[in-house]
């Protein structure tokens, strides 16, 4: 059977309303889930350990005496490591290895040393860079199992300085994925905790006996996690809510067709919320992909999530050229933006909003989710308009240093006083006015 994807065209009279249609996506927000989220949050803050025991007990069907058997020892992460498969282990070394390499080149280029000058008066202005002091990551577990993004979320924050990297994971039944305390070992992290949900959030935030406030949580979950986030936002500092999964191809239609179809597919299989986009000004080729869809879907383990993912939400659309595809682009502002042409930087200079950008028909999404380097941890649903991938700059904060000279509070004192007066704050007048030397 045939997937009904949407086949759009640009020079359409409603185009841009039935491409809204395609893209329109509201992140749930349930009552009763973020009631319930609220509820856990509050136990926890209120409760510690024995609440997020309570909550892993009843959830998880994970028993155990105390929260503090519920850590993972480093041994363990490391028995895990050595046991993996040879080629396995070197695949996962490899991405390390790649994720580190990116994430510190990103800290040099990023302005991660700070920076101070002087001015002619002696006055001294700057900037100091310093890391988190410690930060917890959130790992799916359950469904699937992700160790992909133990590296992508604990590597960046290690390269950025973070002293203490605490990971948390449910493990239902008690059933553990070796892959990914390996991966935990790789990328050093310093605790890991096999509670999940908004128990586990709520542990993070607000810190119990056993585990440790950190300053910021990291990582994508359920819904339950999502809205358990939203609440501690302000009490410590929160990533990002992560929507499904995106990914936009623009293809001048030189790729083999199968290509294209299977990284439509690559992210189609995520859920069924995923979206997939092929955008293309060649008529013919459009339907050489769609060829490809439907001879490749059978093959795939996941046909059933992938053909709704396409069917409800996928769309494969003419463009008049290349130049209006990438205009199309930046308006949707994708997760993941493939560029499959033969002159892929001419378009790419054209881009202004992407998570990620694939140039070149060889560049295909999938090697960013493991192995190329950049994080895989992306805005969606067009938060790439003012958003950023999630870097070693997420892991830093800034403070500015002030150092006013005797002679620069002369001039600088005046300054102050006089918009103090005019916004009516006599005492931050008075504090500048207090420095100046008296006129003779």
Not at 71 to 99: F, K, S
Not at 195 to 207: E, F, K, R, S
Request: glycine letters at 8%; hydrophobic letters at 45%.
């Amino acid at each position: 059977m045939s997937i009904a994807i949407r086949k759009l065209d640009s020079a359409d009279a409603g185009f841009k309303q039935n491409l809204s249609a395609v893209l329109a996506f509201e992140a749930s927000e349930d009552e009763a889930i973020d009631r319930a989220a609220a509820s856990i949050l509050a136990e926890v803050k209120a409760r510690g350990d024995a609440a997020v025991l309570e909550y892993t007990q009843r959830f998880d069907r994970l028993q155990a005496a105390s929260v503090a058997a519920l850590e993972i020892p480093q041994a363990e992460l490391q028995a895990a490591l050595t046991a993996l498969p040879q080629a396995r282990r070197a695949a996962l070394q490899t991405a390390a290895d790649r994720v580190r390499a990116y994430h510190e080149r990103q800290k040099k280029e990023c302005g991660s040393d700070g920076f101070l000058y002087r001015e002619a008066d002696g006055t001294e202005l700057g900037q100091k860079v310093t890391p988190l002091d410690r930060v917890g990551i959130y790992v799916p577990g359950g469904k699937a199992a992700y160790p992909s993004s133990v590296l992508m979320n604990a590597i960046p924050a290690k390269v950025a300085g973070v002293q203490e990297v605490i990971m948390v994971v449910p493990t239902p039944d008690g059933v553990k994925n070796e892959l990914v305390l390996a991966a935990a070992a790789i990328a050093g992290v310093d605790r890991v905790f096999t509670i999940g949900g908004a128990q586990a959030v709520g542990a993070l935030a607000y810190g119990t006996d056993t585990i440790p406030q950190v300053d910021k949580i990291v990582g994508p979950g359920n819904a339950y996690v999502a809205a358990a986030k939203r609440r501690v936002f302000g009490t410590v500092g929160i990533d990002m809510i992560a929507g499904p999964s995106e990914i936009l191809v623009i293809c001048d239609g030189s790729t083999d067709p199968d290509w294209i179809a299977m990284d439509l597919f690559s992210q189609a299989e995520h859920d069924e919320l995923a979206q997939s986009i092929l955008l293309c000004p060649d008529d013919a080729y459009i339907a050489r992909v769609e060829a490809s869809i439907n001879k490749l879907l059978d093959d795939m383990p996941r046909k059933d999530v992938i053909r709704t993912s396409l069917t409800d939400r996928g769309a494969l659309v003419k463009v008049r050229d290349m130049i209006e595809a990438c205009e199309i682009a930046n308006m949707i502002a994708a997760e993941h933006l493939e560029i499959s042409a033969e002159e892929p930087q001419q378009w790419a200079d054209r881009i202004r909003h992407a998570g990620a950008m694939f140039l070149g028909r060889y560049s295909s999404e999938s090697l960013g989710d493991y192995c190329a380097g950049p994080n895989h941890v992306l805005p969606t649903s067009r938060t790439a308009r003012f958003s950023s991938p999630l870097g070693v700059y997420d892991f830093q904060k800034r403070s500015s240093i002030i150092r006013v000279s005797e002679a620069g509070a002369q001039t600088l004192g005046k300054v102050a006083a006089e918009l103090a007066y005019g916004e009516g704050l006599q005492a931050h007048a008075r504090s500048a006015e207090l420095r100046l030397k008296p006129t003779s």
